[in-house]
């Protein structure tokens, strides 16, 4: 539901939507395509699963935690400029069922970038990796649909 959400509001305000995606790993993009009409408002999206696809294509910092703040911001920032868009998630985690990066399995932080406008949530799902996984799709586009309302 909040995919076609995102493609009534990215048709009524007139935004282009990206995705930057590491945990998640296309799935985002994936769900925003299959919406109506996606190819007039979704640019695409990268995904950015290995450390070093972060540093060379979305201008991550050899030193930033992966799984940060400062990352995703990071990798939100890259993508509006790479794609033109101005309604952007970017995403990333440690699903499980181990930690990565020194933060537990189910740590998941999450970008939005709006019209200038950023929102950066951390959070820790519970469950499998499969769940985690959901939680973090379902709350991503939540997170970009409330921005883009305003």
Same mark, same amino acid.
């Given at each position: 539901?909040? %995919?076609?959400?995102?493609?009534? &509001?990215?048709?009524?305000?007139?935004?282009?939507? @990206?995705? @930057?995606?590491?945990?998640?790993?296309?799935?985002?993009?994936?769900?925003?395509?299959?919406?109506?009409?996606?190819?007039?408002?979704?640019?695409?999206?990268?995904?950015?699963?290995?450390?070093?696809?972060?540093?060379?294509?979305?201008?991550?910092? =050899? !030193?930033?935690?992966?799984?940060?703040?400062?990352?995703?911001?990071?990798?939100?920032?890259?993508?509006?400029?790479?794609?033109?868009? !101005?309604?952007?998630?970017?995403?990333?985690?440690?699903?499980? =069922?181990? #930690?990565?990066?020194?933060?537990?399995? #189910?740590?998941?932080?999450? %970008?939005? &970038?709006? *019209?200038?406008?950023?929102?950066?949530?951390?959070?820790?799902? =519970? #469950?499998? =990796?499969?769940?985690?996984?959901?939680?973090?799709?379902?709350?991503?586009?939540?997170?970009?649909?409330?921005?883009? *309302?305003?």
């Amino acid at each position: 539901m909040t %995919a076609d959400q995102i493609a009534a &509001l990215a048709r009524e305000h007139g935004y282009t939507v @990206a995705v @930057a995606e590491s945990l998640t790993g296309g799935s985002l993009a994936a769900e925003l395509a299959a919406t109506d009409d996606s190819s007039e408002w979704f640019a695409g999206g990268v995904v950015a699963y290995q450390t070093r696809t972060k540093q060379r294509v979305l201008g991550v910092a =050899p !030193d930033c935690p992966v799984i940060s703040a400062e990352c995703v911001s990071t990798m939100a920032a890259s993508l509006t400029d790479l794609m033109g868009a !101005d309604a952007v998630i970017a995403i990333s985690g440690a699903g499980g =069922p181990a #930690g990565q990066a020194g933060q537990p399995p #189910g740590t998941v932080v999450i %970008a939005t &970038l709006v *019209r200038g406008r950023e929102s950066v949530e951390e959070h820790c799902f =519970p #469950g499998t =990796p499969g769940q985690v996984l959901a939680a973090a799709r379902a709350h991503a586009l939540r997170q970009l649909a409330a921005q883009m *309302r305003g």
